[in-house]
């Protein structure tokens, strides 16, 4: 997310003759540049762009702002740095990292950010699989789950003869009061419990792997999912 910093300077003690100066002018930054590790695998793979194409906006376009290729790429992206509160884009809507993936670094009205904010991203994600008067891009759900299939079979060279599936679900622990909370007795905590679908060979790999790190380390076992 974007930092908001002074432009005064901190000198620190000088270090062999070397001058030890702490400065905040370093314009727009972020801290999390990792992400343009992500949007190199997303051009690879597509992703973004394969799972939009799944949309259909019946929006004016010459009134358009935020295009539903920048909204999936900015959401999915945010997801993946842990920002799963619509709320948290009203900041990243002016991250300089979340602008590079999405091709757009500056707004066409000068009344918007580049990117869209919790308000425009809520409605596309509450959007119908038909549009109405105030959410006018809809999805194809079936093309949605037919994406994932897809993207696991582009994985490999040629497809599986036998797909195991192994299903998990684990807590994701919340401090707040959002929609669809719930105590679990057995992690002791309110939470959301998400389901991870998880290839079953692959799974069994990972899980023969860390055993023999474990017994190697010395340490207590692990849990995967």
Known sequence: MPTECS??????????????????????????????????????????????????????????????????????VGIALGYEDLNDHDELRCDPVLGVLAGKLAAQRSDCAPLAGKSTLNRLELGRVAPTRYHKISHDAAAIEGLFVDLFLDAHKKPPQQI???????????????????????????CYLPLYIVRGQIHRTLRRISLKLLIWLRLPSLHFV
């Open 164 to 190: 195991i599936l192994d299903l998990d679900a684990t807590d994701d622990p919340l401090h707040g009061n959002q929609e669809g909370r719930f105590f679990h007795g057995y992690y002791d905590c309110s």
């Open 7 to 76: 432009p005064a300077l901190f000198d620190f003690p000088p270090v062999e003759g070397r001058q030890v100066v702490a400065s905040f002018d370093g314009g727009a930054i972020t801290s999390d540049a990792g992400a343009l590790l992500l949007g190199q695998t997303d051009r690879a793979l597509r992703l973004t762009e394969r799972f939009a194409a799944c949309f259909t906006d019946t929006r004016t376009a010459g009134l358009v702002e935020h295009q539903v290729e920048t909204m999936v790429m900015q959401r999915v």
